[in-house]
């Protein structure tokens, strides 16, 4: 019983994975790019969110495989999160996997940009509570108001210490995403053909 809802939970968090065939002429190009939201998967997905009727895609993540020469793999990375789950890139633990093996991962030129999008949400004007012996009491009182969901974009060059073959994978944690055992992720795998 307990092989068989490991095997569930290792698809489900499979799902989330990202995966491309590209053509090695096609790398550094539009055809090279990937694009998610981070999720934390176990029993399901749990993606990133956005409020107030904002767009989704004013949090989607983007990675380009830029670059594969004799010495390096690289890869350009937009990342943006709602502010409060907002972590450098160095935070994020960036891990690159070259042809099946994990190698070692150089942050290049990170920049920071923030984007406001303005939504009409609810502001709490009064809030009462009261207990009693034997009685809960509460009042609440909101109106219209404007509200901010601000994302806050970074943008750098992940490179890894190794020449890609055969395949290619970036993967990102975001410990402000995990839910229980299952860990917030980001994570695209590009296999690559002649």
């Known amino acids: 019983m307990k092989r068989v809802l490991l ?66 793999t690289c890869f350009d990375v937009v990342l943006r999160t709602e502010e409060s789950k907002d972590e450098p890139l160095t935070e994020l633990e960036p891990q690159c996997e070259i ?13 920071v940009s923030v984007f406001d999008h303005n939504y009409t949400g609810q502001q709490n004007v009064a809030v009462v509570e009261g207990v009693a012996a034997s009685e809960y009491v509460g009042l609440s009182m909101s109106r219209p108001a404007e509200m901010v969901f601000r994302v806050i974009e970074r943008r750098g060059q992940i490179c890894c210490a190794r020449a890609a073959g055969t395949s290619a994978s970036l993967r990102f944690r975001n410990k402000n995403f995990d839910y229980g055992a299952s860990k917030g992720r980001l994570e695209m795998v590009w296999k690559l053909t002649n």
Not at 57 to 72: F, G
Request: hydrophobic share 40%.
């Open 99 to 111: 042809d099946g093996a994990s190698n070692a991962s150089a942050i290049e030129a990170e920049l």
């Open 7 to 72: 095997l569930v939970v290792v698809a489900a968090c499979a799902s989330s994975v990202r995966q491309a065939n590209l053509s090695r002429s096609n790398i550094g190009s539009k055809y090279a790019r990937q694009t998610g939201y981070f999720a934390a998967c176990g029993a399901r997905c749990d993606e990133e969110t956005t409020r107030g009727g904002v767009r989704h895609d004013a949090i989607l993540d983007e990675i380009v495989l830029a670059k594969v020469d004799q010495r390096e």
